[in-house]
């Protein structure tokens, strides 16, 4: 295999890599922001046996939202990174 088509291979994976990142990560987010509109609407019953005790639910609510956010900040990030290699190829 010469090296540009090694080059050209590894530059669909990385943009099927960062696709399915992106993809995933959003997923994730909008699934636990559903799940946190649930809660603040009152309807946190599929959250009794799952949420500790000790913490309550607006601490489980705010936990909730953390990760909500840390995933739409990785699919953003993911997104970039995917427009950057699409637009400039690999350094």
Known sequence: MTREGSKKRFLVQELLWNTLGCVLCAAGCILL?????????????????LAPRNIGETRWMRR???????????????LLTL?????????
Do not use: E, P, Y
């Open 33 to 49: 922001t559903w799940d946190w509109w649930q809660m603040r609407s009152g309807r946190h019953h599929h959250h009794a046996t």
């Open 64 to 78: 909730v939202a953390i990760v909500a956010g840390s995933l739409l900040l990785a699919a953003c990030l993911f």
């Open 83 to 91: 427009g950057r290699v699409k637009r400039a190829g690999l350094n």
